[in-house]
């Protein structure tokens, strides 16, 4: 990674106020947790992701979506937040007035510590009713290891507590409305900082992908921390080609070192 753009990141953002970070599927690849474009294996292996992730996929069969979900979900359960994780909770020690706006539905930037992170696609821990969204939960899990769930098995769902109903995935799928108040908070969010980071993310999903776009308009400067090119190239300020396990802990140590000057 080219050491002048790095320092130049540091500077920015240990002389920062208002950080925030906003992160894709890309934060956990090092945690073991498939990222969002990679190739889907098994009984899904003939869909795309972005096919799967849909009502109309449940709708049609939602034994083969729900095991697809259940088995991301015991992915994550035996997942570990990595040092990119780690990192982004530094920052928020650092910059008290730090975000963290994440496009993923899994829990390790939690486990890592970082408080009310903005959930904008949900969270595969939040299970709901197709009917009236009555929060659902999952059987009690054994103490101990998370059972490996085998690849490709389809899971018919739960049926709601309350009225029945069919349970789905707590996610925001293709076609459907980002929350109403986490997407306020996060263009607020953007709209108001002095820089954003944007982590792991292809920025092809919308309007999520919209959330750098606006910290840059408004003037923040905006570091992006991927190992490939992504459209969010020409919005940032800087890009910094690499993992985030590996750039995010030395960003983090430089950022608050240069500006302690020591
Ligand atoms: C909506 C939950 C309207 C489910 C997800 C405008 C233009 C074009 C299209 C649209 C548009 N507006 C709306 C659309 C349609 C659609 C959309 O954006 N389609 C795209 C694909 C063309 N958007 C929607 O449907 C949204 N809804 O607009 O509704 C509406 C309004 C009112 C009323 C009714 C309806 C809903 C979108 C949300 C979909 N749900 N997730 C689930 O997870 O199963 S999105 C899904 O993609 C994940 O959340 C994921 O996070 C997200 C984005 O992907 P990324 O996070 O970027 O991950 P990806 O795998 O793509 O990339 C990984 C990146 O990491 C790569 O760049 C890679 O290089 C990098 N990387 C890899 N390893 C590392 C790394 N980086 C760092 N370190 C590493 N180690």
């Given at each position: 990674m080219d050491s002048v753009l790095s320092h130049r990141a540091a500077q920015i953002l240990g002389d920062a106020h208002r950080v925030v970070v906003f992160t894709g599927a890309g934060i956990s690849a090092e945690s073991g947790v498939p990222t969002f474009r990679d190739d889907l294996t098994g009984?899904?292996?003939?869909?795309?992701a972005e096919q799967l992730a849909t009502p109309e996929a449940f709708h049609a069969d939602p034994d083969l979506v729900w095991g697809w979900y259940e088995w991301r979900r015991a992915r994550v359960r035996r997942a570990e937040p990595n040092p990119g994780h780690l990192a982004i909770t530094t920052i928020a020690t650092q910059a008290p007035d730090s975000t963290v706006i994440t496009q993923?539905?899994?829990d390790l930037h939690e486990r890592a510590g970082t408080q009310a992170a903005i959930h904008l696609?949900?969270?595969?821990f939040a299970p709901r009713c197709v009917a009236a969204a009555h929060p659902a939960t999952f059987p009690?899990?054994?103490?101990g290891e998370v059972a490996e769930l085998p690849e490709g098995r389809r899971i018919p769902p739960p049926r709601c507590a309350s009225c029945a109903a069919l349970v789905r995935p707590g996610v925001v799928w293709f076609g459907e409305a980002l929350p109403e108040a986490a997407l306020t908070a996060a263009v607020q969010a953007a709209a108001d900082c002095d820089v954003l980071l944007t982590v792991?993310?292809?920025?092809?999903?919308h309007p999520a992908a919209e959330i750098p776009r606006i910290a840059a308009r408004a003037g923040a400067a905006v570091i992006q921390v991927n190992p490939e090119p992504t459209p969010l190239d020409p919005v940032a300020t800087i890009n910094l080609r690499g993992t985030a396990a590996q750039v995010l802990p030395a960003l983090v140590t430089a950022a608050w070192e240069t500006t302690d000057g020591n």
């Open positions: 009984l899904w292996a003939r869909f795309d993923n539905v899994d696609h949900g969270s595969l009690n899990p054994p103490d792991g993310t292809s920025g092809v999903v």
